[in-house]
């Protein structure tokens, strides 16, 4: 089956400048800096890392709130990076999205029924006017509220409630890929099984594919069908959920998952804690050759010189085993950091 959506060297670099009348470019965030992956139909791509690593970035490209400094998003076999007016209208209508804070993507001066309903004023031929009071108060079904809650203002909702909204808004066209950033990051934790477990329902109801980003591990591997791993504005893992969690390879990817909360306090014992020196490098100065070289306890001097390249590494291209997935390191190695299942109160 032929992916859905493409993603070929991503990269969004910020200028700095420095003065008033005559400003001068000094260098540059460089927020992206090659990302690529592809999402199937029906599928969900989790994309993980620490804060500032880009993710966030990537999102707003995807939905073209943000315009890509170089790179290619392919839909369907079109490149849409450099689509504007009616052909980016039509291309948005398939890919929608779903904002982290549902305190502040929600306007608070329009009701629940105008909010989910604001997408049919631009895409009018989904739903008449007629129709479309009818329809939102099925989404607001769908998602799990009382569709008597129509005329009822954001402030009225609790967090949970008001992100549910927000997944109905998101669904109102019809999308066939939605773009989930942090989606949860602001819920408290039993709310926020909720809200992943009513995405697992409608990602089955409507065929969806999700890109979901976040930060908390232990939701991504419950969601999630394949993971990518970013750092510093790079993926630097990726494969299926298993061969991430279960057979990391990037250093990296091992220390991430070694901080994860383990509730079997036998296996916490026994697991080794990698704790990473230093902090993370600025998007203004990257490190040369591998951008974690500055915190790997494996570092050499061939990391400090030569880049490494996302693929297969040369010690497992021979092999059948789990750990045989994509990871940028010069010096991979599999290594079992987390025993038991990490997947906590998602579960």
Avoid at 48 to 62: F, Q, R, W
Avoid at 78 to 84: H, K, P, Q, V
Avoid at 202 to 225: K, M, N, P, W
Avoid at 226 to 242: A, Q, S
């Amino acid at each position: 089956m032929p992916p859905l959506l493409e993603v070929r060297d991503l990269v969004k670099h910020y200028p700095l400048t420095r003065g008033v009348l005559f400003r001068k470019q000094i260098g540059a965030v460089k927020a992206v800096d090659g990302v690529s992956f592809d999402l199937r139909p029906g599928e969900t791509l989790g994309i993980v890392g620490e804060s500032g690593c880009g993710k966030s970035t990537v999102a707003k490209m995807l939905v073209s709130l943000e315009r890509p400094t170089s790179g290619r998003i392919l839909y369907k076999g079109e490149d849409i990076t450099g689509l504007s007016g009616r052909a980016l209208k039509a291309v948005r209508r398939n890919i929608q999205m779903v904002f982290q804070d549902p305190y502040t993507s929600l306007n608070p001066r329009m009701t629940v029924g105008d909010i989910v309903g604001e997408p049919f004023d631009i895409h009018p031929e989904v739903a008449p006017k007629g129709d479309r009071r009818r329809k939102v108060r099925e989404l607001l079904d769908v998602v799990g509220l009382n569709p008597e809650y129509i005329n009822r203002y954001p402030h009225q909702f609790s967090g949970g409630q008001r992100q549910r909204i927000g997944i109905a808004r998101g669904l109102a066209l019809n999308p066939e890929i939605i773009v989930a950033d942090e989606p949860v990051s602001a819920l408290d934790v039993s709310v926020q099984a909720q809200v992943v477990n009513l995405m697992e329902k409608l990602q089955t109801e409507f065929g969806l594919a999700y890109v979901f980003i976040a930060h908390d591990l232990s939701i991504v591997r419950h969601i999630s069908d394949r993971v990518g791993v970013m750092y510093l504005g790079r993926i630097v893992e990726t494969g299926t959920d298993t061969e991430i969690y279960d057979h990391p390879t990037h250093p990296y990817t091992q220390a991430l998952l070694s901080a994860v909360p383990v509730p079997d306090p036998e296996a916490r014992e026994q697991r080794e804690r990698i704790l990473l020196t230093g902090d993370v490098p600025s998007p203004t100065g990257i490190p040369s050759g591998c951008r974690f070289r500055t915190r790997c306890w494996k570092a050499r001097e061939r990391c400090a010189l030569e880049v490494p390249l996302l693929a297969v590494p040369a010690a497992f291209r021979d092999a059948d085993t789990p750990a045989r997935h994509d990871s940028a390191c010069h010096f991979a190695e599999e290594k079992r950091v987390v025993p038991g299942d990490p997947r906590g109160h998602t579960g």
